[in-house]
Nanobody, 125 residues
Framework: VQLQASGGGLVQPGGSLRLSCVGS???????VAWFRQFPGKEREFVAA????????TYATSVKGRFTISRDNAKNTIYLQMNSLNVDDTAVYYC????????????????????WGQGTEVTVSS
């Protein structure tokens, strides 16, 4: 499975962005997720969703502001980001696993087999 992320850019504080991640196929994408990486820091979990929506989970820092969704017909996952602040500035990565991960598993980067190349989000006035 190859993942291609897009949608990053420059946005002012309080603004919104929608990231997209297109997969080369539906196989291998039972659980999908977004992670982000701040400069000089390790990648951190943002949100995850299992196919069918039986599991959706968010990092505390983004809960209520970000929404993960997927369009299975288009093999695409999205991350709608609202009320962005400067602390959201990072490179965002999409990821996928062929397994139906639990909530705790889904927060771990090593649970995913496939990764997109990253798209940069900068929140600045």
């Amino acid at each position: 499975v190859q993942l291609q992320a897009s949608g990053g850019g420059l946005v002012q504080p309080g603004g919104s962005l929608r990231l997209s991640c297109v997969g080369s196929g539906s196989t291998g994408t039972n659980t999908v997720a977004w992670f982000r990486q701040f400069p000089g820091k390790e990648r951190e979990f943002v949100a995850a969703r299992r196919r069918g929506g039986s599991m959706t989970t968010y990092a505390t820092s983004v809960k209520g502001r970000f929404t993960i969704s997927r369009d299975n017909a288009k093999n695409t996952i999205y991350l709608q980001m609202n009320s962005l602040n400067v602390d959201d500035t990072a490179v965002y990565y999409c990821a996928a696993s062929p397994r139906g991960l639990t909530t705790s598993q889904a927060r771990r980067g090593d649970a995913y087999d496939y990764w997109g190349q990253g798209t940069e989000v900068t929140v600045s006035s």
